[in-house]
């Protein structure tokens, strides 16, 4: 039998996992709720539902796909012998990624043309606000426009994944994570290093404050089912992804601290996507006033324009911004990518190339129906919302918690307890993992689905 292609080392999978993680959501929407929900109160609420919840959870579908050896689709089935019901479950896990990736690839096509803007220094020092913010909304509403950066954004996602495990996802990660990071740090310095401006009451070091003072009164139950939910997101997990990734994970590595690790670097990077984001904010005046988002797509594609536009040197900083934004939103879009084609190739018997084809043809196309949702199909409506947001709102608030139940679910109470323990401790080898494995499994049996249902209850009501 033809040996399964894998990550090649330690360092390579970190990065592949982080560059999973590591995403949109870290740059629009954790800055936004660390602010606004208490700062260093909120980063240790964070933590601990990474550390209870999420992190089980990902732990959980690692081991399961590495005991697997199987993209997401089979692991379950394999792992019980070809059971029936797990069979059906699997296709969860082709779906997910799949209808996700059709929308956020609409988005990554935003970021490349956001990106092709900044270097025309279509956010120069003469450019007025009024006709920045105006831009987005005749951009997502031209048809040929999106379609054209969707196309390409798609296409390079689905060259890196035709390359393979190794020379694609590994060897693209491992050249863009570094990039990534340390293009958010020079930004993060510059950010909250802009000097006071004339007229304007608040100043870089307001936007720090307001990022990391603790304010323990802004700790509810809203909040906290809030950063578990981002927690959730944000580990790229219940998708099957990280099933997947598991399956291409080498035998000696330590589960535990590749799970860590990786939520480690997840929320430093997000902490520093904060830095770069809201000090520069407040610095212009943006953060108080009502007419400039916050977070979401506006935030990225109006509010950072504008702040750019009246910050010296913005134009060329606005070129690393975005080149950015390209690479998280790229290094998550292969991870999602990957799951179809490897259940293309593993369980349909198609050829790579031939599986990345089918793949994109399906993606695109559903994608162009999302992305005609802002133009000319924006009174269709599903569920009472543009199909955009319905499809958005089902697979992330839906399908991929009930994905991620199915995984910690199967890891904790179907598979026996000796194979998890010996999976996670790479049969009996890593004995610190082997000590606190009580712990974990509790956490897989009940925490963790404990804190996923709470997040599904809250948002029904
Ligand atoms: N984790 C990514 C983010 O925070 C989003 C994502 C979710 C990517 C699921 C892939 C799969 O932006």
């Known amino acids: 039998m033809k040996e399964r292609e894998g990550f090649s080392s330690t360092l390579g999978s970190l990065l592949v996992l982080a560059g999973s993680a590591v995403g949109l959501g870290n740059i629009w929407r954790f800055p936004y709720m660390l602010g606004e929900y208490g700062g260093g109160a909120f980063i240790l609420i964070y933590i601990a539902c990474m550390a209870l919840v999420s992190l089980p959870i990902l732990l959980a579908e690692l081991a399961l796909g590495r005991r697997s050896q199987k993209t997401a689709y089979g692991t379950l089935a394999a792992l019980d012998k070809g059971g029936k019901i797990w069979k059906k479950a699997g296709f969860l896990f082709v779906l997910i990624p799949a209808v996700t990736l059709s929308y956020y690839c609409v988005i990554g096509g935003w970021t490349v043309k956001y990106f092709v803007d900044s270097c025309a220094m279509k956010f120069g020092p003469s450019v007025p606000a009024s006709e920045i913010t105006g831009a987005f909304g005749s951009f997502v509403s031209s048809p040929w426009e999106t379609l054209g ?37 020079l930004i993060a310095v510059r950010s909250m290093t802009i000097p006071p401006q004339e007229g304007v009451s608040g100043t870089a070091a307001d936007g720090v404050r307001y990022l990391f003072s603790p304010d323990f009164s802004k700790v509810t139950p809203r909040m906290v089912i809030a950063a578990m939910g981002q927690a959730f997101f944000s580990l790229s997990i219940g998708m099957g992804i990280m099933m997947t990734y598991g399956s291409y994970l080498g035998r000696r590595e330590n589960l535990l601290k590749t799970a860590v690790n990786t939520s480690v670097f997840d929320l430093v990077f997000a902490v520093i996507a904060g830095c770069a984001v809201i000090p520069a904010m407040f610095a212009y005046g943006m953060y108080d006033n009502p007419e400039m988002a916050v977070a979401g797509p506006g935030l990225v594609y109006k509010t950072l324009p504008v702040v750019f536009s ?152």
């Open 149 to 185: 950066y969707h196309l390409l954004f798609l296409t390079l996602t689905c060259v890196i994944i035709a390359l393979g495990v190794r020379k694609g996802i590994e060897q693209f990660s491992k050249l863009m994570m570094p990039a990534l990071f340390i293009i958010m740090v």
């Open 310 to 461: 009246q910050m010296p040197l913005g134009s060329v900083i606005a070129v690393f911004f975005f080149f950015a934004v390209i690479l998280a939103a790229l290094t998550s879009a292969m991870s999602l990518f990957e799951v179809p084609v490897s259940y293309l190739v593993e369980s349909r018997r198609m050829r790579r190339p031939a599986a990345c084809i089918l793949t994109f043809v399906i993606v695109f196309a559903f994608g162009t129906v999302c992305s005609l949702s802002f133009g000319p199909l924006s009174e269709v409506k599903l569920l009472g919302m543009q199909i955009f947001d319905a499809v958005d709102h089902v697979t992330a608030d839906w399908l991929m918690p009930v994905a991620g139940m199915v995984a910690v679910l199967f890891a904790g109470w179907k598979m026996k307890r000796s194979e998890l323990r010996d999976e996670l401790t790479n049969s009996g080898e890593l004995r610190g993992v082997g000590k606190v494995f009580p712990l974990l499994y509790v956490l897989m049996r009940y925490v963790a689905p404990a804190g996923i249902l709470a997040v599904v209850a809250a948002s029904l009501f």
